[in-house]
């Protein structure tokens, strides 16, 4: 069974950080990207970062550039999103999606369920 399974969410104060992880099982050993989206209530989902299994190029949208910084791990099948200096903008239900190249949601074929990221002010 194909699976994304994201942890990592939580309740934490402006200027804090987080890691969220994203654990994939069951796919086969091709070339995919894995990318991070987001949804904050009443708002589209948004792509946030994209890494690829096959090379180190990463891609982060301009709002979180220097901020969050997204990291893969082929052995353990993870792939991570390390946030720094969170804003109560971030605040969303923060997604992992599978595709075969980084670009908008529409494009992702597999989506894990979601974990929540709420930054206090």
């Known amino acids: 069974q194909m699976q994304l399974v994201e942890s990592g969410g939580g309740l934490v104060q402006s200027g804090g950080s987080l890691t969220l992880s994203c654990i994939a099982s069951?796919?086969?050993?091709?070339?995919?990207?894995i990318g991070w989206f987001r949804q904050a209530p009443g708002k589209e989902r948004e792509g946030v970062s994209c890494?690829?299994?096959?090379?180190?190029?990463?891609f982060h949208t301009d709002s979180v550039k220097g901020r969050f910084t997204i990291s893969r791990d082929n052995a353990k099948n993870t792939v991570y999103l390390k946030m720094n200096n969170l804003k109560p903008e971030d605040t969303a239900v923060y997604y992992c999606?599978?595709?075969?190249?980084?670009?908008?949601?529409?494009?992702?074929?597999?989506w894990g369920k979601g974990t929540l990221v709420f930054v206090s002010a």
């Open positions: 999606a599978r595709g075969n190249f980084c670009s908008g949601p529409s494009t992702m074929n597999y």
């Open positions: 890494v690829s299994n096959y090379d180190d190029n990463t």
């Open positions: 069951g796919f086969t050993s091709d070339a995919f990207v």
